[in-house]
């Protein structure tokens, strides 16, 4: 069986977030999942001056009432620091997510605002693009999602819970092809 680089094997991000973009809205949620079965999860309140989109809101089950009370986001990105520090160590490694223009638009902005730097690097991958190029089919970018266990349920944990699923499986494929 063919080897896959520990590389790929990085972590899996999913982000909720109060709207499109980290300049005036806020991520309130982190899910990290990794192949070897490291997880992080966290929820932070709204940041001061930021807004939030009602549809966005309403996608993830909960209020902007709701999450004004939630955990300080610098303290909350000082812990994800520290843990990707300490679980990955400065190694070289590719994050993944469902959505990574999405996602590490935030992750990075919060990393660098909070802590100037980000250990992820300058760039996340994309599981349905490896998904594609696997089956040799450009525009299978979503069938992979049928791969996943665990439900997808706009909670950051469970979302990342089940594109690592997902992502281990392909990983599988591939191996074996």
């Not at 980290?22 to 966290?42: A, K, Q, R, W």
């Amino acid at each position: 069986m063919k080897q896959i680089s520990k590389q790929l094997q990085g972590p899996v991000i999913d982000v909720e977030a109060t709207g499109p973009s980290p300049l005036g809205y806020s991520m309130i949620e982190i899910g990290l999942v990794d192949l070897h079965g490291n997880e992080f999860t966290c929820r932070m309140r709204p940041r001061e001056g930021t807004s939030y989109v009602a549809e966005a809101m309403a996608s993830i089950g909960l209020t902007w009432e709701e999450v004004q009370d939630w955990p300080d986001p610098a303290i909350q990105m000082r812990e994800f620091h520290t843990f990707l520090q300490d679980t990955y160590g400065g190694k070289r490694i590719s994050s993944w997510s469902d959505n990574p223009g999405f996602d590490w638009a935030f992750i990075n902005a919060y990393l660098h605002h909070y802590c100037d730097n980000n250990p992820l690097g300058w760039s996340m991958r994309r599981i349905g693009d490896l998904y594609a190029g696997h089956v040799g089919d450009s525009l299978q970018t979503s069938k992979w999602k049928s791969l996943r266990d665990t439900k997808h349920t706009h909670e950051a944990l469970d979302d990342a819970r089940g594109n690592a699923e997902a992502l281990g499986k392909i990983l599988n494929m591939m191996a074996r092809k």
